[in-house]
């Protein structure tokens, strides 16, 4: 195969320069051995592939045909060759991120753009989940390559990284007299209003968390009302169904009717996960794109 490809730049050569001699002396070539390739060639085309004419060699019509075919081969072989050395280097490829649709509010939303940016060649693609469990799933069945997410699952096959850190906030009814308050609301507040949150069987990790903070309050937490989605859970704080322990980044969704009250002594944490053993170029690439973003934590926490 290296020799055909050779055979081809051979000609190509010949072509561009119109003679022998100078197609030789930019190949570094002897004359001699280019004439005789050329003559082997075309003893196997069964035909000649330039004519001399007054000014050098030309193609023949059979030349002229072989030439761009031979432009064609060399021009994709060449892009092949990019293509992986690009690859290699995790350039280029198709790259699928699962996110929860909350973490978008937050750094994930400029993350995102800065892996654009930097990463012009990768086909990005994106999935938004309301699911933790899925979210890891996905990860694991290899229809995502990474997953931002809150609460990954606990599983030897996948790795996490802590990524950042954000204060848990308390979104209140605007009238309610917790909203006026000026310093961080404290934990026991959870018993002061019903609460508005997830269902368990579409986010257990997360209906849990809220639930162990109460426990760690002291106070018997009151559901008021569930929601599938942030946006879901802020209307119903709105309509006065109760409070939703959200990431403070949730801020930036700006509901009329709500007020936000930071929920003292309180974080979340986004994970970075991916498949325990990937050492891809492009989740690496991908991966130090990330963790370079300021503010971002560096603890590796799996």
Request: charged share 20%.
């Amino acid at each position: 195969m290296d020799m055909e490809l050779r055979l081809l730049t051979y000609m190509v050569a010949i072509e561009e320069e119109g003679s022998l001699s100078g197609a030789a002396r930019r190949l570094h070539l002897t004359q001699p051995t280019l004439s005789r390739q050329l003559r082997d060639l075309e003893r196997e085309v069964g035909s000649p592939l330039f004519a001399r004419t007054g000014r050098g060699l030309s193609p023949t019509p059979a030349g002229q045909a072989f030439l761009r075919r031979a432009r064609t081969v060399l021009a994709e072989t060449q892009a092949a060759i990019d293509d992986a050395r690009l690859a290699g280097q995790g350039l280029t490829g198709r790259f699928t991120v699962t996110f929860a649709g909350s973490g978008i509010n937050g750094p994930l939303g400029a993350a995102l753009g800065r892996l654009r940016r930097q990463l012009p060649r990768v086909d990005l693609r994106l999935e938004e989940s309301f699911n933790d469990t899925e979210m890891s799933d996905a990860v694991l069945g290899g229809r995502c390559d990474l997953a931002v997410q809150r609460l990954p699952a606990h599983d030897p096959r996948l790795a996490t990284q802590v990524w950042w850190h954000e204060p848990l906030t308390l979104f209140l009814p605007a009238g309610h007299p917790l909203a006026y308050g000026g310093e961080p609301a404290p934990l026991t507040a959870l018993g002061q209003i019903p609460l508005v949150v997830w269902p368990r069987d579409v986010s257990p990790r997360s209906y849990d968390e809220i639930i162990a903070l109460c426990h760690q309050a002291g106070v018997v937490p009151r559901i008021g009302a569930e929601g599938r989605s942030s946006q879901t859970l802020l209307a119903l704080v709105a309509a006065g169904f109760g409070a939703a322990v959200l990431a403070d980044s949730h801020r930036a969704l700006r509901r009329v009717g709500v007020t936000p009250r930071p929920l003292a002594g309180t974080t979340t944490t986004l994970h970075l996960v991916w498949r325990a053993g990937d050492t891809g170029p492009l989740l690496h690439r991908v991966l130090q794109t990330l963790t370079s973003l300021p503010g971002t934590a560096q603890q590796a926490s799996g």
